[in-house]
T-cell receptor
Framework: GQNIDQPTEMTATEGAIVQINCTYQ??????LFWYQQHAGEAPTFLSY????GLEEKGRFSSFLSRSKGYSYLLLKELQMKDSASYLC?????????????FGTGTRLQVFP | NAGVTQTPKFRILKIGQSMTLQCTQD?????MYWYRQDPGMGLKLIYY???????DKGEVPNGYNVSRSTTEDFPLRLELAAPSQTSVYFC????????????FGPGTRLTVT
């Protein structure tokens, strides 16, 4: 079956670093997406990993280990605007496009 | 570019009523998707399309229908609304650019009472 697990909630302090973990079990795995979703808004793309290793994009980095079925999103120098839900999604390639299986999301609250 | 647009933003339906959620994208993307998101939950794929005239079921297709007559439009039809269909519905589109990164519309919040 397809399964994505991530913590429900996390809290952190402004300026700190936080790591949001995600474990997955998907057949036909074609990569791992991270999306950010502010309350009442649409998800927006943050990162995509298909090979093992770390991808860095400014304050955000994402890591993937295919052998362990594990990914994490690392947020550095946290800002208040980073308070949002972070959705981990496993991609399954079918009919020449990715079908995404989403986790329930991790709600991050950043405090001053 | 407006990106992905959805109408309406909000809707209240009575049980048994029908409605169509509209989705349009102006980015010439081949791939389009419909998701639902229940409170505190992740997104579940309802239907998707890889091009005009081609659609396929996702994880939770029961109670919904779709069509894709043009590249731009991908409407979602609810035939007999049920309270279990109360949710926020997101439409998304993508094209291959090394990944199939999906661009989401603003969502339609639907309540069935």
């Amino acid at each position: 079956g397809q399964n994505i697990d991530q913590p429900t909630e996390m809290t952190a302090t402004e300026g700190a670093i936080v790591q949001i973990n995600c474990t997955y079990q998907t057949s036909g795995f074609n990569g791992l997406f991270w999306y950010q979703q502010h309350a009442g808004e649409a998800p927006t793309f943050l990162s995509y990993n298909v090979l093992d290793g770390l991808e860095e994009k400014g304050r955000f980095s994402s890591f993937l280990s295919r052998s362990k079925g594990y990914s994490y999103l690392l947020l550095k120098e946290l800002q208040m605007k980073d308070s949002a839900s972070y959705l981990c999604a496993g991609a399954i390639l079918k009919n020449n496009t990715d079908k995404l299986i989403f986790g329930t999301g991790t709600r991050l609250q950043v405090f001053p | 570019n407006a990106g992905v647009t959805q109408t309406p933003k909000f809707r209240i339906l009575k049980i048994g009523q029908s409605m169509t959620l509209q989705c349009t994208q102006d980015m010439n993307h081949n791939y389009m998707y419909w998701y639902r998101q229940d409170p505190g939950m992740g997104l579940k794929l309802i239907y998707y399309s890889v091009g005009a005239g081609i659609t396929d079921k996702g994880e939770v297709p029961n109670g919904y229908n779709v069509s894709r007559s043009t590249t731009e439009d991908f409407p979602l039809r609810l035939e007999l609304a049920a309270p279990s269909q109360t949710s926020v519905y997101f439409c998304a589109s993508s094209y291959f650019q090394g990944t199939y990164e999906q661009y989401f519309g603003p969502g339609t919040r639907l309540t069935v009472t």
